[in-house]
């Protein structure tokens, strides 16, 4: 069974770069897309990104300016990079399948990581 | 970005009880319309998915229904398990949308 952990600092001071990591078991990450989604009490769910199974990465226009998102086939991991961060972006950060119905047009995210809380603060 | 609004934003029910929980899309969104659940300091659990499609596993007396703007999720004999934090979310376009979650509390 597939399974998802991401990883990486819980601090972060202003100003500098937020980097995690999503390492999937049990399955190849390029069988699937996968999303970075981030969780604020304030503001609820934001997904954040996707990176397709064919490598095109898509941005939430909301943060695109700030974050990069790449895979790592080898190591079958995801990563995001988010830059310039402000207590705004104290948030849970989750990695999460985004998996579809058989017709291809339903999306979905149907496996989620535990989340990772990440602090930004000096 | 097309909003997802969720109501009520709290409710308070008691085992055995029927709840429905809504979501209105700011614009048409067909029923690419997703629920999910979340249990306190978990991540979200797919509950249903095409509006109304059940996850693989998700118990009968969860049901969805609506489509275009106007969507809704039902839980028929709330089991304890139930209690948790409900959002819907929009894969009609990017970037996708969540609502702002409808939290379910025992009475």
């Known amino acids: 069974q597939v399974q998802v952990q991401e990883s990486g600092p819980g601090l972060v001071k202003p100003l500098e770069t937020l980097s995690l990591t999503c390492s999937i078991s049990?399955?190849?990450?390029?069988?699937?897309?996968w999303s970075w989604i981030r969780q604020t009490p304030g503001k609820g769910l934001e997904w954040i990104a996707y990176?397709?199974?064919?490598?095109?990465?898509n941005y939430n226009p909301s943060l695109q300016s700030r974050v990069t998102i790449s895979v790592d086939t080898s190591k079958n991991q995801f990563s995001l990079w988010l830059n310039s961060v402000t207590p705004a972006d104290t948030a849970t950060y989750y990695c999460?399948?985004?998996?579809?119905?058989?017709?291809?047009?339903?999306?979905?995210?149907?496996?989620w990581g535990q989340g990772i809380l990440v602090t930004v603060s000096s | 970005d097309i909003h997802m609004i969720q109501s009520p934003s709290s409710l308070y029910a008691s085992v055995g009880d029927t709840i429905t929980i809504t979501c209105r899309a700011s614009?048409?969104?067909?029923?690419?319309l997703n629920w999910y659940q979340q249990q306190p300091g978990k991540a979200p659990k797919l509950l249903i998915y095409?509006?109304?499609t059940l996850q693989s596993g998700v118990p009968s007396r969860f049901s969805g229904g609506g489509s275009g703007t106007h969507f809704t999720l039902t839980i028929n004999s709330l089991q304890p398990e139930d209690f948790a934090t409900y959002s819907c979310?929009?894969?009609?376009?990017?970037?996708?949308?969540f609502g702002q979650g409808t939290k379910v509390e025992i009475k």
């Open positions: 999460a399948r985004d998996g579809h119905d058989i017709s291809g047009y339903h999306y979905y995210f149907d496996l």
């Open positions: 049990y399955g190849s990450i390029t069988s699937h897309q």
């Open positions: 990176n397709s199974d064919t490598g095109r990465a």
């Open positions: 614009q048409s969104i067909s029923t690419y």
């Open positions: 095409a509006a109304s």
């Open positions: 979310q929009q894969s009609y376009s990017m970037p996708r949308t």
